[in-house]
Every structure is written in structure tokens, then in C-alpha cells.
């Protein structure tokens, strides 16, 4: 069973807003969403650990996204606000176990996740 389940994404004109929300059920005490368009790298927007809250956000997003996460339901939202064309991507969440917080930031900035979801897009038009 895929211990991440991804929902949200879209098309919207630029300017516009989109939340994406991620429902684990694995051990993913460490979470974060990444982007990658066609022949680039996966690109992380943002590393949280529960209990602690965001430990990154990515330069080129940190003025215009927020996440947070749901201890309840396990889910971890993204919220993307003014939206640009260039904002245009697959964008995936993952997750993995991490004693602490160091770690989880160093697994997320390194792309090392144990588990990822299938991804969802997200289309900016101008």
C-alpha cells in the first residue's frame, strides 16, 4: 500500500492560488513537497517535521507558499499563492522516518525520502 496519498493540483491563470494536501499513513514523522519540470532536477519547496513545523522553503517559493500539517488526519497542506507560469510542475510529496530534525532537513534538501507519492500538476497559464 503507498503510504502517501497526494490530492489537489491544477490548472489556474497566473496570479492564482492551488493547495495541495498530503495523507500519509507510513512512518513519515519527516514530510515535504518537491517539484521538477521536464529534464530538470526534483527541486524541494518545503521540509517539515511534525511536532517542530517547516524546517525549509525553498528561496524562489518562501514568500509565497505556506505548509502545514494536520496531526489528526496526518496530512500535510501546501498552500501556493500567486502562482507564476515558471511555478509550472509535477510536484511530488514524500516522506521517511528521521530521529531528528537535522536529519529530516538533510534527507529533504538531498532528495533522499524512502517514500514518494505519484505526483500531481500543477499548470500556471499566463
Known amino acids: 500500500q503507498q503510504p502517501l496519498a497526494e490530492s489537489g493540483g491544477g490548472s489556474v491563470q497566473a496570479g492564482g492560488s492551488l493547495t495541495l494536501s498530503c495523507t500519509t499513513s507510513?512512518?513519515?514523522?519527516?514530510m515535504g513537497w518537491f517539484r521538477q519540470v521536464p529534464g530538470k532536477g526534483r527541486e524541494a519547496v518545503v521540509i517539515?517535521?511534525?511536532?517542530?513545523?517547516?524546517?525549509y522553503y525553498a528561496d524562489s517559493l518562501k514568500d509565497r507558499i505556506r505548509a502545514s500539517r494536520d496531526v489528526g488526519t496526518n496530512t500535510l497542506t501546501l498552500r501556493l499563492n500567486s502562482l507564476q507560469p515558471e511555478d509550472t510542475a509535477m510536484y511530488y510529496c514524500?516522506?521517511?522516518?528521521?530521529?531528528?530534525?537535522?536529519?529530516?532537513?538533510?534527507?529533504?534538501?538531498?532528495?533522499?525520502?524512502?517514500?514518494w507519492g505519484q505526483g500531481t500538476q500543477v499548470t500556471v497559464s499566463s
Open positions: 514524500a516522506g521517511d522516518s528521521a530521529p531528528d530534525l537535522r536529519s529530516c532537513h538533510t534527507k529533504g534538501t538531498s532528495r533522499e525520502f524512502r517514500y
Open positions: 507510513g512512518d513519515t514523522i519527516c
Open positions: 517539515h517535521y511534525a511536532g517542530a513545523g517547516v524546517l
